[in-house]
Each structure stands twice: as C-alpha cells, then as structure tokens.
C-alpha cells in the first residue's frame, strides 16, 4: 500500500459527459501530480500541483482540469468525454518537488463508451 | 518529445538468468533516475534509483547502472524470478528545477518463465 488513495477504481461513462477523479495523497506530501496511461502508451504526464498551486502542466487537454485544495486533496475533472479518453489515470504524490520518489495510486480506469 | 527512451516494449528471461532492462534520456540536466515496477490492474512502485553522482546502485537482486556520458542507464535483475514479470518504467528528474516532474519511458514488458 503507497498510501496514496484513488476513486473510484472504475468509472464507465458516456461521451460527452463529464467526471471528476479523486485522489488522496499520503499524509505530508505537499506535492500531486496527475498522469494519464493509455494503451500502448507510458505514463503521460498532465499536471503537477504542490500546496495547492499549479506547478507544472503536461500533455493535458483543454477539455480536461485539476485542482488541490487546502486539506492536500486533489481532483481531476475530464468534461466532454471522447472515447479516446478511454485509460488509466494515476495520482502520484511525493514529499518535496523533485526530491524524492512519487508513490503512485492504484489508479481510475475510465471507460468511455 | 520522449525524453526517457525505454526501446524494447518488451523482454522474455528464463528463471535464474539475469534479466537486463535498458534506457536512454535526451536531457543532461536529469540528475536522478528510477525504476518503477508495475503489475495489471496497480500502480507503479518504486524499486531503485541512482544519482547522477553515482554510476552503480544495488538493493538486493536489483543493480542500476548509470553511463552519464552515453545517457544509458540499465536495470539488472539477477537472478531473474517469475514474480518479476512485469512492467517496468525508467524515469528521470531534474532536481534543479522547480517543477519536480517525473519524465517516463514508455516501460518493458519483462516475462520471466520457468
């Protein structure tokens, strides 16, 4: 167990919708970094956040934003759903930026359909 | 832009054998890197890493080498188990930068057989 919580594990939804994915990082990490795994494909970064403040920004889509919010918390909003948003989304946390290894959670498997 | 190279999508080792996993980065400001394992339907765990003042890190049956000047690093894994089968990401980071980002290779698939 990473300590790092993710929900739901499995989300299906319809195109065009939207979702909104929850993550929990371990207790004291400061840092969230959000990554998007599809087939085929290795851990795509999407954004960063440290303290409740954007840090950095990835490959993530208009159609897709993040927040962190004052308890460390972190959500990922995905709106106007394709199928192509179809993979795994992993939340990540670490103690420090850049200093340390991220421990992941377990993951959302989205399924568009 | 792939700044973490992991070439081979995947790698087959008989039990016992040692099982070498391989990876190229483009950036010469990464100044530390690790190794993630993965197993389906989990998150990625962190197995070893190396700074960029080293060239050798061992923890157990798992030896990370660092080549700065050929930016190569390599993962071994000796002697190889069939519980190792799984996937397996090289990432890098700049710990000079503000950022903190962890930058991925795409993994290898290692299977490793009876």
């Known amino acids: 167990d990473s300590g790092v919580t993710q929900t739901p594990k499995h989300l299906i939804t319809a195109t065009g919708q939207r979702v909104t994915l929850r993550c929990s990082p371990r207790?004291?990490?400061?840092?969230v970094y959000w990554y998007q795994q599809s087939l085929d494909q290795g851990l795509q970064f999407l954004i960063q956040?440290?303290?409740?403040?954007?840090?950095a920004k990835g490959n993530i889509l208009e159609r897709f934003s993040a927040q962190q919010f004052p308890d460390l918390h972190s959500e990922l909003n995905l709106s106007s759903l394709e199928l192509g948003d179809s993979a795994l989304y992993f939340c990540?946390?670490?103690?420090?930026?850049?200093?340390?290894?991220?421990?992941f959670g377990q993951g959302t498997r989205l399924t568009v359909v | 832009d792939q700044q973490v190279k992991q070439n081979s999508p995947s790698l087959s080792v008989q039990e016992g054998r040692i099982s070498i996993l391989n990876c190229d980065y483009t950036?010469?400001?990464?100044?530390?890197f690790l190794w993630y394992k993965k197993y389906p339907a989990e998150g990625p765990t962190f197995l070893i890493s190396?700074?960029?003042?080293?060239d050798k890190n061992e923890d157990g049956r798992f030896t990370v080498f660092l080549n700065k000047s050929a930016k190569h690093l390599s993962l071994h894994i000796v002697p190889s188990q069939p519980g190792d089968s799984a996937v397996y990401f090289c990432?890098?980071?700049?710990?000079?930068?503000?950022?903190?980002?962890?930058?991925f290779g795409r993994g290898t698939q290692l299977t490793v057989w009876p």
């Open positions: 207790s004291g990490d400061l840092s």
């Open positions: 956040y440290y303290n409740g403040e954007e840090r």
């Open positions: 990540a946390s670490s103690v420090l930026t850049g200093n340390t290894e991220a421990f």
């Open positions: 990432a890098a980071i700049d710990r000079g930068s503000t950022l903190g980002r962890l930058y």
């Open positions: 950036n010469s400001m990464f100044d530390y």
């Open positions: 190396i700074s960029s003042i080293k």
